[in-house]
């Protein structure tokens, strides 16, 4: 463009002075590009139609044949190489090259190259992510580890993994130390994350690790059974990032290298005899780092976080997720699964299908496989309590019919003989002392109680009343009663023989 200009100038009849003080050149470079123009016979017109590229070649041609006497390296290759290590750099790739062409580019060259390539390829530009308040909450999990905790058993130095994320706009950051990176680390991370901050986003960004994807599937991943559960409790959507594509959680990416240096910085030299402990510390170190002013606009990441994303986040559900056990069971034929040694009922429709048992500290439930819920029971842990847990809509007419039978005892069998009425409470209670176990007598009672629905409660009043009056206290007399229809015949009295003179007396065996 310098060169287009100094032709203009040059044209309307300026000195070589006043064009070199427009130009920002020196006086003997106006001159030398004017020889050299004049020589090759360019003209502003003829230098307006030509490239920069086309109009170097021209003017100095010279260098031009040089360089292309000198071996130009693959540049797409090179930037594949580069994107797909990320530990490599130009340096590196730049002295392979020049121990292959010892006659090659030089460093600065080299560097010049495939910056002209990126640019002429649109990869020198980078999209800008408008981000929204409260919207996106990006997940992983350190690279460095920390060797800090010390067990307290043998002395040894346990190493520390750094669970960290960074919410929405503000990019207010949440770092928790663990012992692993197991799948109950994972999902104890984001309950206190989300505790932390005191809500929750519309989207989860996560890595493709083992414990947020199952499947790593571009348009339709599978995601973890528990992260999924986590998901649906708090309602958010789960958007794992691409494989090899840090940029789609380019945020946490670049908070993870700033807290490795300062918050891992920090702790390097201290000594922690629990995680707890730690994690206090880190608490501590992680409000003085958000507190710091932002270099290039006001405000820092707490500040931004209570003014920006806390209003814009959901309010929290009202009871925390537990970390649940997830394990696939089959209805067998008692429509009962087992979990932990105790045995917990679900529907007999469900016989021979497989479903999903959750288990936490306090639930069982059991989802069939439209995800659907279609029993929960409080979780048992003593034996005492039994170890079956049956609910009587799972059970078929038939055998919910037996267990309430099973039920019953003798305060509940003198009760509902109770309602009935006096007699019916004498016959059962007699049933029931009558033998050395009060368990004898409980069919004889259950038998005696149901006529009340065959032939109602005043008719059974007045059968057991008839039984009283001919001191025949069983099951069968009540039975021949009511089936007989007999229960209002009044039974004869029995009275004396009167004195009459056929009567021999007691006299008369003397």
């Not at 006497?69 to 790739?93: C, G, M, R, S, Y």
């Amino acid at each position: 463009m310098k060169i287009i200009e100094i032709l203009r100038l040059s044209e309307k009849g300026m000195s070589q002075r006043e064009i070199a003080a427009s130009a920002g050149c020196g006086k003997t470079t106006i001159g030398r590009v004017l020889r050299l123009c004049n020589e090759k016979g360019i003209t502003y017109e003829t230098a307006s139609r030509l490239t920069d590229s086309e109009l170097h070649a021209a003017l100095y041609p010279q260098i031009q044949s040089q360089s292309r006497t000198k071996q130009l390296p693959d540049w797409n290759a090179i930037h594949e190489e580069l994107a797909q290590h990320k530990n490599l750099n130009l340096q590196f790739v730049w002295e392979e090259y020049r121990a292959k062409f010892p006659d090659g580019l030089s460093y600065s060259q080299f560097c010049h190259h495939y910056r002209q390539y990126r640019k002429a390829t649109d990869r020198q530009v980078s999209l800008y992510n408008e981000r929204k308040a409260g919207e996106l909450l990006e997940v992983d999990w350190m690279g460095d580890v920390l060797p800090c905790v010390v067990d307290t058993a043998t002395g040894e130095l346990t190493a520390a993994h750094f669970f960290v994320t960074v919410l929405g706009y503000s990019h207010y950051p949440y770092v928790e130390a663990f012992p692993n990176e197991q799948e109950a680390s994972w999902i104890t991370a984001h309950v206190n994350a989300l505790s932390y901050y005191g809500g929750v986003p519309r989207v989860i960004v996560p890595d493709n690790c083992r414990t947020a994807v199952k499947t790593p599937k571009y348009y339709e991943p599978i995601i973890n059974s528990a992260y999924w559960e986590l998901a649906r409790h708090y309602e958010v959507a789960i958007v794992p990032a691409r494989s090899r594509k840090p940029k789609d959680k380019a945020a946490v990416e670049k908070a993870v290298g700033w807290l490795e240096t300062w918050l891992l910085g920090k702790l390097r030299k201290q000594r922690f005899f629990s995680f707890a402990e730690l994690n206090k510390i880190i608490l501590k170190y992680l409000g003085e780092l958000s507190a710091r002013p932002f270099q290039k606009r006001e405000g820092s990441r707490h500040s931004e976080f209570i003014k920006i994303d806390k209003p814009a986040l959901r309010p929290l559900p009202l009871y925390k997720y537990e970390i649940a056990d997830i394990v696939f069971r089959k209805i067998g034929d008692c429509y009962h699964l087992e979990y932990a040694g105790f045995y917990y009922s679900v529907s007999y429709t469900l016989h021979g299908e497989t479903v999903i048992l959750r288990a936490t500290s306090t639930m069982i439930e059991i989802i069939d496989k439209n995800q659907i819920r279609v029993a929960s029971h409080q979780r048992r842990y003593t034996p005492s309590q039994g170890r079956y847990v049956t609910r009587l809509e799972h059970m078929p007419p038939n055998h919910r019919a037996v267990h309430q039978q099973r039920q019953f005892d003798g305060n509940r069998y003198r009760s509902w003989a109770q309602k009935i009425g006096t007699n019916t409470h004498f016959i059962i209670d007699s049933l029931l002392t009558s033998g050395k176990v009060e368990e004898q007598g409980y069919k004889s009672c259950m038998g005696i109680l149901q006529f009340s629905k065959t032939y109602g409660c005043s008719r059974l009043e007045m059968a057991c009343k008839r039984a009283r009056e001919l001191g025949s206290h069983t099951y069968s007399t009540v039975k021949t009663i009511l089936k007989n229809g007999v229960e209002k015949v009044l039974t004869c009295t029995k009275t004396a023989t009167p004195e009459h003179e056929n009567i021999r007396g007691c006299g008369y065996y003397n």
